[in-house]
């Protein structure tokens, strides 16, 4: 097994890093949650936008590599960051970079930036039963703000919107 220290936490748009992400969520959602071929298009188109407008002074993305292999990212889009807060996205790890306190190294990544930038507030939407992602965001004392149900991904689900006060 693989030491944290061996990950190397790249910041900004890396080769492949749109596809690569796209692909490691539509493995990590398809056997528990069910969703196809269109959540894994979303969150490549979603992806895609985003880098074409990417803003390094007030958004980052991060990704987590080793050995030039991917295993894992987190974004924190500021654009809309004072009317929303700070938007954080697409936060996945490989299962073979999970329990080594690298999902803790990029989530501080994000609070680090945002606080550096001045920003009141992060806030995320995931999933209801989505752990430990979700004793995670508790850990660094995001908050629930909504719950609703809702079938955007193809199936339905109870979706939670997080928000972080800095």
């Known amino acids: 097994m693989s030491k944290a220290q061996d990950f190397n936490l790249l910041t900004g748009y890396q080769p492949g890093l749109i596809g690569r992400t796209a692909a490691l969520h539509g493995r990590a959602y398809i056997e528990k ?5 269109f959540f894994e ?17 007030v958004s980052c993305i991060w990704s987590l590599e080793k050995d030039g292999e991917f295993y894992g990212t987190i974004t924190l889009d500021g654009s809309h960051a004072e009317k ?13 970079a999970k329990g080594q306190g690298l999902g803790k190294r990029l989530l501080q990544s994000t609070i680090d930036f945002a606080k550096t930038k001045g920003y009141e507030s992060i806030y995320l939407w ?7 992602a979700g ?3 508790r850990r660094f004392g995001f908050t629930l ?5 809702d079938t955007q991904w193809g199936v339905e689900v109870q979706e939670e919107k997080l928000r972080l006060r800095l």
Do not use: N, Q
């Open 135 to 137: 004793h995670l965001y």
């Open 33 to 37: 949650w069910k969703f196809w071929k």
């Open 84 to 96: 929303d807060g700070a938007h954080l996205r697409w936060f996945i790890l490989h299962e073979d």
């Open 41 to 57: 298009c979303k969150v490549a188109s979603e992806l895609s936008m985003f880098m074409e407008c990417y803003d390094k002074d």
């Open 145 to 149: 703000e909504e719950s609703k149900l």
């Open 126 to 132: 995931t999933l209801a039963g989505l752990e430990p």
